[in-house]
């Protein structure tokens, strides 16, 4: 029996440009959109196997549609440039994948789709229809299931009649009765104003169809809603109309016409060149289904046995992939499974008691001349590590490439590095083992074949990736920073910092008497007992109770959220008193009790993971714990670090800050000459903004100019609004406004950098920091205000915070080697924001003290002064 794929060509043309950052070609040719389909043809030819297979698009402007509505799509935003520059590429991309595509004047592509799947109903042909657009769900019967597109074009949820009477409780053919009520803004289809999705379904779970809703409109619950059916029963049947795709449009096309016999690989691997989608040449030889699917080849691996190991020492060669399988996310704790180990030639799976019985292979593992190529080396080097294994030698880093390449990509995993820059398939992880309390380790066959996959993955991807970091000047990054970090941040993480259980118990006691404080002074001032922790009983009081002005209003009532109540504030006392509450509730389950759960038995302390590959700027994050957000500015907050202590008796903890780096940075990149001149006279920078926005002697600034001189310096950074800093300062949004085109017109060449990033980020689609770090801004050239704006204002901080984080990376690789180089007993344990934090034996903090700003301010030359301030103590609360 054969499969029918039909895919609607313009939606998944719009949802893979607006889910790509901008790509072009070094000829200037945009292909986001043609990378998107490309990958999803590769992806549906392989996983659905067609027979036959066919695209439609939207021909010509006219549709027979606007005859019935003018408006119709006129909601739509005009196609961008962008995006329709790429059609033609994209209908080259299907001949040259001998893939059948299909237009017919005056028709859209869903009227074609529409008009071959009752075609195919009738012939009993098994089809798949694949789009972004959920109008087609209607098509759905026995024979014809309908792919949606999610997260772009990269995942697809596939619904048959089942689905859509799960998810909705309705017939295929009521989705046309659905959008007839609800209507459809990206089609402007009007639907009944005031009918959404909730009321629409409710409506047809009990009238079946638009017609019977209005026939119905008088027993239909709700005065307002019978009121809006009564003025728009013209709109609803229109919207309907407007909704139903047509199933006998003029399609001279037979199934025969479609047939899919593979591609011609030699026309693909051209067009693959001319587009430079170097990672997808590589997949063009496999990926070739013939037209009865026939099966791939099977992928070859060998497993070590003991018996062999003399014969398997020879086959260790320098450079080689090497993937440590681990059982759990959390690599501190996780047992080992076993390695999976690849080359040109071979595939190998050694089993964790295999290893441990294979001498010459932990020793190559250990030996730093053998090159190895992993996914992630910190998290291979601490993993081995608490197993008394060593790897070294680690040449490069999967995981840390892919990030640098597209940092949207937060956290890559190997089949999706797999997916994109190597020829064999790997399953995601969670297809292997099921998820949460299902997860079970699979049979030794099924996980060797995995893991053996997972090393072949790493080797064929490591020189696609080498050559796009070179052409994207970002190999230095990941060679001299982010490679070297990683085996710094190793250290950090298997080192820990010691945390004081009992200092932790007693904050929590002292928590726990304040909460009870605070309990009874909110019940006497609401006049009664009630559970503060619940929204409604906390909402009954403040509103009906006390009164109360309603600022917001949910779903289950007015809204008792931070923001709400920080307004409130001024109307009555318990507000206070309430905020205060919740702080200290936050600080005493997340700190006090997450943190005791986090300490390690055996060492005494808190190990974190850091996280090298989660944001989008290039600074670090920590999990379990999460050090970075110990909240700093209430006292109870800041004193929680009262429990990091030393780990040796006598020891300090000496911690140094950068003072203004992202204002440093900026005075640098800008090259605004007021900003430099007062970082090079050593000025307090926001008494000195104070002086030349105000235009008043130092001596005459006084506290509250400083303060707003501070914020703006500070809003200046993250792209602030009048709105914004007047909310910051409690001014009026006038004052505000006057108050930034003060700053400008002070600090010119500050205003200026901001305007050329902006326009540079538009012309290339993304950002860099100093040392090339990448940020891509899909949405910088977006017709939509809000998304564009954001991405402006991104691009004028990422440069800055980047640049930032790569130099706080840059100290920490220079302050390792210096304490190595010194043969220090003294040891760097955190990192958190622009601070590092250390512990150092007595007779070592003078030297410290020295060294440490040293190598800090000395971590990148920019041209204002970098600064750092140190401080020590007995515990990290102390050390400020």
Known sequence: MGHFVLIDGNSIANRAFYALPLLSTSAGLHTNAVLGFTTMLLKVLEEMKPTHIMVAFDAGKVVFRHSEFAEYKGGRKKTPQELSEQFPLIRELLDAFSIKRFELEGYEADDIIGTLTKQADEQKWKTTVITGDKDMLQLVSDQVSVALTRKGVSEIELYTPQEISDKYGLQPLQIIDLKGLMGDTSDNIPGVPGVGEKTALKLLHEYGTVEQVLENIDQVSGKKLQENLRENVDKAKLSKALATIMRDSPVELDLDDTVYEGYDGVSLTEFFKKMEFKSLLSKVKVATPAAGGEPSEAFAFEVVTSEHFERYAQKLTSPMAVYV????????????????????????????????????????????????????????????????????????????????????????????????????????????????????????????????????????????????????????????????????????????????????????????????????????????????????????????????????????GPSTSADVLEKLAPYHPIIEAILTFRQLGKLRSTYIEGLTKEINGKTKKVHTLFNQATTATGRLSSTEPNLQNIPIRMEEGRKIREAFIPSEEGWYILAADYSQIELRILAHISGDENLIDAFRKGMDIHTRTAMDVFGVAEQDVTSLMRRQAKAVNFGIVYGISDYGLSQNLNITRKEAGDFIERYFSVFSGVRRWME???????????????????????????????????????????????????????????????????GLKSRMLLQVHDELVFEVPEDELETMQKLVPEVMESALALNVPLKADVNYGRSWYDAK
């Open 325 to 556: 399988e681990m059982d759990g996310e959390n690599y501190h704790h996780a047992p080992i499974l076993g390695f999976g180990l690849a080359n040109e030639d071979i595939s190998l799976y050694v089993s964790w008691d295999v290893a441990n019985e294979w001498e010459a292979f932990r020793s190559w593992l250990a030996d730093p001349s053998q090159e190895k190529w992993t996914f992630d080396g910190k998290r291979d080097t601490v993993g081995l590590e608490w197993h008394g294994y060593a790897i070294k030698g680690i040449n490069f880093d999967v995981y840390l490439a892919s990030y640098l390449l597209n940092a949207a990509q937060s956290n890559p995993t190997v089949d999706s590095i797999a997916a994109q820059y190597a020829q064999v398939r790997v399953l995601p992880d969670e297809e292997l083992y099921g998820k949460g309390a299902k997860r079970l380790v699979p049979e030794t066959d099924v996980l060797s074949e995995h893991v053996a996959q997972k090393a072949t993955a790493i080797w064929q991807a490591v020189p696609v990736l080498r050559e796009q970091l070179e052409e994207n000047e970002l190999t230095s990054l990941l060679q001299e920073l982010e490679g070297p970090l990683s085996l710094v941040l190793a250290v950090m993480e298997k080192q820990g910092i010691k945390v004081n259980a009992e200092r932790l118990e007693q904050m929590g006691e002292e928590l726990d008497r304040k909460l009870e404080d605070l309990t009874k002074q909110i019940h006497e001032l609401a006049g009664t007992s009630f559970n503060i922790n619940s929204p409604k009983q906390l909402g009954e009081i403040l509103y009906d109770k006390l009164n109360l002005p309603v600022m917001k209003k949910t779903k289950t």
């Open 756 to 822: 050329e990033i902006v326009k540079q980020a538009k012309q290339d689609g993304y950002v860099t920091t100093l040392l090339h770090r990448r940020r891509y801004l899909p949405d910088i050239r977006s017709s939509n205000f809000n998304l564009r704006s954001f991405a402006e204002r991104t691009a004028m901080n990422t440069p800055i915070q980047g640049t930032a984080a790569d130099v706080i990376k840059l100290a920490m690789i220079r302050m390792q080697e210096a304490l190595q180089e010194k």
